[in-house]
């Protein structure tokens, strides 16, 4: 399953416009609005990797890191693609009516995946 979507992904990336997102300055004394956080293990020592859907930044233990992101289906669907290290990241963000998915592959492995409900959104994809 996980394979399947992320290949899937991969496609739909390739047909849309890249967005280089270098690192981002946080705001003195204000903590960003983070949407999902995951525990990861990069060079053998646990790390924390979280997003902000609202700015598009990626963190890793609370540091923005750079990454490439691709907006697509009108800005409902986010992804995020980083490095740390020697890893490869790659966040994928969904938005379908009032629900959100948020998806962490991790060196082309499917990490974790986080649902969020109530969303104001009133979303549907477009029929592909």
């Not at 890249?18 to 903590?31: F, H, Q, Y």
């Amino acid at each position: 399953m996980s394979v399947l979507l992320l290949s899937g992904r991969k496609k739909v990336i390739e047909t849309k416009k890249k967005i280089v997102k270098k690192v981002g300055k946080l705001d003195e004394g204000k903590a960003p609005a983070v949407t999902a956080t995951w525990r990861v293990v990069a060079g053998g020592e646990r790390k924390n990797i979280s997003f902000s859907r609202d700015n598009m930044n990626v963190y890793l233990d609370g540091s923005p890191i750079e990454c490439t992101a691709y907006v697509t289906d009108g800005g409902y669907d986010l992804d995020l693609l980083f490095n740390v290290g020697e890893n490869h990241g790659h966040i994928y963000s969904d938005v379908e009516g009032t629900e959100m998915t948020n998806y962490l592959f991790f060196d082309d492995q499917l990490v974790a995946q986080e649902k969020q409900k109530n969303l104001q959104s009133k979303h549907q994809p477009d029929d592909i």
